[in-house]
């Protein structure tokens, strides 16, 4: 009988004597809700009279039958073109609830088609989030009706840096190439509903009040400095140009993210709140103005005001603010669920403060990070997270009392695409690091890495099968 390999594992999986023959084990397998099951439990009993799938939602339903497709291809070819699918008990949830993956879509624009390719490698790994990365200093994505120049000006860049940044670089070389493109909100939609359909949650990013040059050049009365137009940035690193801190940009955004909400049903919407700069706010009289108003001492505490301004939109509609791990440093609502990239301790700092946290830590999920050898492998950010580094991630960091650890409610890999021109590019950087990750995010029991990759080989096939290509195993 071949290998069963499943990825990622389930919790506990025992084969039992005999085997099922059937012509068609997909169609004739029983699949049911059961109330006798946790809502995120399923359980596949395959005996010798046949396979029965049972769960305790439709949710968890979705990931026994992905699991129950991935046995499938343990079967053996039987009399009269009918298969032998083992006999197996298979009793399976997972450890977290939020099980992310990012694309960033902003600093090189995705084509639809390869987002619901994305969609569908997410649900290959039973993941249940997807976290598109819409707007950035780079290009801006969402078709907003409102405030159409975001997409005529602002998802189109002239051209392009070529090699890597550094901090310290002054000159650039560029490609000379227009780059861009935006999804129209039926896109989005179609996003969406594909992905609802496999048990996936789209969550959009609307980076703010930083990493918006791109809508800054796209309306300049949203910047500090009107009277000086700029571009949609052409190189990576961080942009001074944020966003002021006027009535009419709060009422900007205000509109913007009820838009956004339109397109989105899910419960979470990011608002992002990293890498701010303050700079441009110290030097505004009328953000000076602001900040005395409100009895501030610092201009960098502008951000959680206005944070807190647009985001009573989102608690109108009954939705959950989320935001990278800068917000627990801006006074941020209490509710807003952090996710903790600039390295483990900083989900400690989230989770201690009583914020529910997403662990996404550069050092172990950043998928920009080199996997091998700078040398031989594609222009990267820089860091090293080769496979067998993500394989041993811990989701959950040391130090956190019982009460704390509970408020880790899952984790995500983050695929940033400024070193990455298109599909191919992010495949190879994507994968298969994401099938490790999932191991992790679903709290598959640990094995040696030498046996996790035993199952790994056989399940780059069904990686191949999408139509996405993969970084191949050293």
């Keep these: 009988m071949p290998e069963i390999a499943i990825v990622p594992a389930p919790r506990e999986l025992v084969v039992e004597e005999g085997r099922w023959v059937t012509a068609d084990p997909g169609t004739e397998a029983v699949r049911t809700v059961v109330e006798n099951l946790a809502e995120t439990e399923y359980r596949i009993d395959v005996t010798a009279e046949g396979a029965r799938l049972s769960a305790g939602s439709a949710e968890a339903l979705l990931w026994a039958d992905q699991t129950f497709l991935q046995l499938l291809d343990a079967a053996e070819p039987a009399e009269d073109g009918a298969v032998a699918v083992p006999a197996v008990r298979i009793a399976d949830a997972p450890r977290f609830g939020w099980r992310g993956l990012m694309l960033d879509v902003a600093r090189h624009f995705l084509p639809k088609e390869f987002v619901l390719r994305i969609v569908d490698v997410a649900a290959l790994h039973r993941l249940n989030v997807l976290h598109l990365h819409l707007t950035d200093d780079q290009g801006w994505r969402v078709e907003i009706d409102a405030y159409p120049k975001l997409t005529e000006i602002g998802a189109w860049r002239d051209q392009t840096m070529v090699g890597k940044m550094s901090h310290e670089q002054t000159e650039f070389s560029f490609d000379g190439q227009r780059h861009g493109g935006f999804y129209t909100k039926d896109d989005l939609r179609e996003i969406v509903a594909y992905a609802a359909e496999r048990g996936i949650t789209i969550v959009p990013e609307i980076d703010l009040p930083g990493h918006m040059q791109a809508a800054v050049a796209a309306y300049p009365e949203l910047g500090n400095h009107p009277d000086e137009p700029i571009g949609v940035r052409q190189i ?84 959950r603010l989320v935001g990278w791990d800068e917000m627990v440093e801006t006074d941020c609502p209490k509710d807003a669920v952090i996710m903790a990239w600039r390295g483990a301790d900083r989900g400690e700092i989230a989770a201690k403060a009583g914020h529910d946290v997403v662990m996404a830590p550069c050092e172990s999920v950043y998928f920009d990070y080199y996997q091998g050898d700078p040398a031989t492998e594609p222009l990267a950010i820089g860091g090293f997270i080769p496979l067998e580094k993500v394989y041993d991630f811990e989701v959950v960091p040391a130090g956190l009392t019982e009460e704390e650890q509970a408020r880790i409610v899952g984790t995500q890999c983050q695929i940033w695409t400024e070193y990455m021109e298109g599909p191919e590019q992010v495949a190879y950087m994507l994968l298969p690091r994401l099938s490790a990750f999932a191991e992790r995010a679903w709290g598959s029991p640990r094995t040696s890495y030498p046996e996790f990759l035993d199952r790994l080989r056989p399940h780059l096939g069904r990686i191949e099968k999408l139509g996405l290509d993969y970084r191949p195993l050293d």
């Design 236 to 319: 990576w690193g961080i942009s001074d140009d944020v966003l002021n801190v006027n009535d009419a940009t709060v009422d900007f955004v205000r509109t913007v993210l009820r838009e956004v909400l339109e397109i989105f049903p899910g419960p979470y919407i990011h608002l992002g709140g990293d890498e701010c700069p303050a700079k441009q706010w110290r030097e505004s009289d009328e953000a000076q103005k602001r900040q005395a108003e409100l009895g501030l001492t610092e201009a960098s505490q502008l951000q959680g005001w206005f944070t807190a301004q647009v985001a009573s939109v989102l608690a109108e509609d009954g939705r």
